[in-house]
């Protein structure tokens, strides 16, 4: 079957079809059901410097359409990356992008200069809009000569293509213009969104930290609006994220304006959904005959 | 592990709102060890459930595994409404299992509630090891109680509390386990709970609310029983990916049960 590879700006995929940062581990651990060198790319779990345990009480709760997390970015850090996940990864023949976190600009250097070196790394998407975690995240996000700062610092230390991924919750289109004029290659949009939830027999928080991320289905529409302004308004390559479940979802993405899309989600609830996705997505592109991935924006 | 989609060989309603599913198995998967799960996929809803293994076994060659479970959501209602011939969407075995010891010969079990589920499995399983089997079942309410002819033939002793009263002892399976242990141990009076064999190095096995599971462990461990127990905590995934499904130590360690769970060791959670 023939392959759609796409370009944004500098990064190559051979489809369309990436799995989003913190559904996927590292990769490795979806090899017991399918091959996922298929995958037009891989995005690891977000990396921070030191090791992160993640947040006490509750994390996950599934809602009519979706679920909240409040995971708290639990990861082994750059040290456990490259001794413990790096020669894991090395035969996954596909694009593999490393997620980036910080809880301040230096450490998201920190974290790039330890990677720029690898060569398994293809490239890099910094998260600067984590709902879940008390520094960084979200409140880096909102500062945007900081984040500013942040790209360009970025920019000039690491030569292989560069994501930054966006949240509803932020000022995404001025953010997605300081990308452009920074020289970023695309943007992901969007992150899980802020999210409330209430256990009312204890009358407390449901997570320890109040809130949490929303992700799956019900979250696409909103999804779907900020790739659309965003892609119309901006002119950086975005990348679509949120309750993709069916290639149908994926194809609203494209149309709407995303170059690629994420699977998040999806992967939870079925283990082979990106493959199924994918197979599909090819299917139907083929039966359309549509020859390239710009013929579907509206 | 796999992802795979399973026939309905057989669903029984039983009392007390549980449901007794058998799926025929198959073979290019991994044979299930007592106290792993599965997660098995729903119509309706998002996330798949994570259910233990209530038992494997094999009929004229062919494997079934079957889950036991009781209906108290969306997911589980869905799950009950499956026939027989339908398929189910599960992947599994997942997670560490309760271990089985070659050199040991007695095994104390505490069941409360659901917690009768992955030890079923186990009480088959260590009665084909010849173990001396003393189970303590605890339920709520007298129809709960799932098994009873099964586990009699089993088991060397089945001691039932039901906080109802209408079989076994009324009350909680913990006060009836603290008072049979404490008596054994303490006064070490004939004719005990165990016979001279029994009484070398028993294993005990928990599963149940985790309150229960707590007091049986004060118990167990007081006395230097190796006690082993099975905890769940809400999962999106079950491969190890979304670190949802997370319990914290006595310690403030934690654990996710579908990689370092579901069975810990008592004494090293409760840092007894």
Request: charged share 25%.
């Amino acid at each position: 079957m023939k392959d759609f590879n796409v370009n944004l700006s500098n990064l190559s995929l051979k489809n369309p079809i990436m799995v989003a940062s913190g559904t996927f581990g590292f990769g490795f651990e979806y090899r017991d059901f399918y091959d996922t060198s298929i995958l037009g790319a891989i995005v690891s779990k977000g990396i921070s410097l030191g090791p992160k345990q993640g947040n006490y009480g509750n994390r996950i709760l599934e809602i009519k359409g979706g679920i909240i997390n409040s995971i708290g970015l639990e990861n082994p850090g750059i040290d456990g990356f490259v001794s413990d996940i790096l020669p894991r990864i090395e035969d996954i023949e596909t694009t593999y992008i490393v997620n980036v976190l910080g809880s301040d600009s230096e450490e998201y250097i920190n974290v790039v200069s330890r990677l720029k070196d690898i060569p398994r790394v293809d490239g890099i998407e910094v998260n600067i809009s984590c709902p879940n975690v008390k520094s960084g995240g979200l409140s880096f996000g909102r500062d945007l000569n900081q984040t500013r700062e942040l790209a360009r610092s970025i920019r000039e230390i690491f030569p292989k293509p560069i994501i930054f991924k966006l949240s509803a919750d932020l000022p995404y289109i001025e953010l997605a213009k300081i990308m452009r004029d920074e020289g970023i290659d695309a943007v992901t949009c969007i992150n899980t969104i802020q999210s409330l939830a209430i256990d009312i027999d204890r009358k407390e928080f449901y997570f320890k930290n109040i809130y949490g991320g929303l992700s799956g289905p019900a979250m696409k529409p909103v999804a779907l609006r900020v790739v659309y302004q965003v892609s119309k308004e901006v002119g950086i390559p975005v990348i679509g994220c949120g309750g993709i479940m069916s290639y149908r979802d994926v194809i609203e993405f494209l149309m709407a304006g995303a170059t690629a899309v994420q699977i998040g989600t999806a992967n939870f609830c079925k283990p082979d959904s990106a493959y199924r996705i994918l197979e599909d997505t090819l299917l139907y592109l083929q039966r359309k005959r549509i020859s390239s991935l710009e013929e579907l924006r509206i | 592990m796999k992802q795979n989609n399973l026939k309905v060989a057989h669903i029984r309603h039983l009392k007390g709102d549980y449901v007794h599913l058998t799926l025929t198995y198959d073979e290019s998967m991994e044979i299930p060890k007592p106290g792993q799960f599965f997660m098995l996929k729903t119509e309706t809803t998002l996330i798949a459930r994570p259910i233990s293994v209530h038992n494997f076994f094999y009929v004229l060659k062919k494997g079934y595994v079957e889950f036991l479970f009781k209906v108290v959501g969306e997911g589980t209602y869905d799950l009950s409404k499956k026939t027989k011939g339908d398929t189910i969407t599960l992947w599994g075995p997942i997670g560490n299992h309760f271990p089985v010891f070659e050199d040991r010969k007695t095994a104390l079990l505490v069941a409360g509630g659901r917690g009768i589920a992955p030890l079923f499995y186990l009480t088959t399983t260590l009665f084909e090891k010849g173990y001396d089997i003393y189970l303590f079942y605890g339920v709520k309410e007298s129809e709960e109680l799932v098994h009873l002819l099964r586990l009699k033939n089993l088991c060397k002793k089945l001691f039932i509390t039901t906080e109802d009263g209408k079989k076994g002892k009324k009350g909680f399976i913990t006060s009836l386990f603290s008072d049979s242990i404490s008596q054994y141990f303490d006064t070490r009076e004939q004719p005990s709970l165990f016979d001279e064999r029994s009484a070398q190095s028993p294993v005990c096995y928990v599963c149940g609310p985790d309150i229960m599971i707590e007091r049986v462990c004060e118990i167990s461990l007081k006395h230097d029983i190796e006690t082993y127990i099975s905890l769940e905590a809400r999962m999106a995934c079950g491969t190890g990916v979304c670190l949802g499904c997370t319990v914290e130590t006595a310690g403030g360690r934690i654990y996710h049960i579908c990689k370092e769970g579901p069975i810990f060791n008592a004494k090293e959670f409760y840092c007894l």
